[in-house]
Nanobody, 129 residues
C-alpha cells in the first residue's frame, strides 16, 4: 500500500484548495480511505473518510466546507476544502483502513484514526490572513 499526498501550499484565509492522494498497491474498493491532519504538538484530527459503499463522514470542523471524492479509475482521492481558516493550517495526510465503519461521524472518524493501516507522508497547508 502506498499513498502519496499533494496539493498543499500557501492559501489565503477564505480561499480554497484541493488535496490529492495517489493510491497504489491495493484496490480502493477494498478499503475505507480518508484524510486526517496534524499540527505539531497536537493530536491527529480525522477530517473525512469514504467507505467502499460510498458513505461519507465529515468532522464538524470541516463539514459543509469540504468534500471527499474518489476517482477509482485514476486511483486518486481528493479532499476539496473551501473557506479556509487559520486553524486549518496543518500537515494533511490520507490514510486507509480495512475496518468496517458505521455510526455517527465523530464515532466513525475516531475508529478510522485508531484503525489506520497505512498513510502517506503528508502535504503541508499554510493559511495566511
Amino acid at each position: 500500500v502506498q499513498l502519496v499526498e499533494s496539493g498543499g501550499g500557501l492559501v489565503q484565509t477564505g480561499g480554497s484548495l484541493r488535496l490529492s492522494c495517489a493510491a497504489s498497491g491495493f484496490s480502493l474498493e477494498d478499503y475505507v480511505i480518508g484524510w486526517f491532519r496534524q499540527v505539531p504538538g497536537k493530536e491527529r484530527e480525522g477530517l473525512a473518510c469514504r467507505t467502499p459503499a460510498g458513505q461519507e463522514y465529515y468532522a464538524d470542523s470541516v463539514k459543509d466546507r469540504s468534500t471527499i471524492s474518489v476517482d477509482n479509475a485514476k486511483k486518486t482521492v481528493h479532499l476539496q476544502m473551501y473557506s479556509l481558516k487559520s486553524e486549518d493550517a496543518a500537515v494533511y495526510y490520507c490514510a486507509v483502513t480495512r475496518k468496517i465503519l458505521s455510526g455517527s461521524s465523530p464515532y466513525v472518524l475516531r475508529l478510522f484514526l485508531n484503525s489506520m493501516s497505512s498513510w502517506g507522508k503528508g502535504t503541508l497547508v499554510t493559511v495566511s490572513s
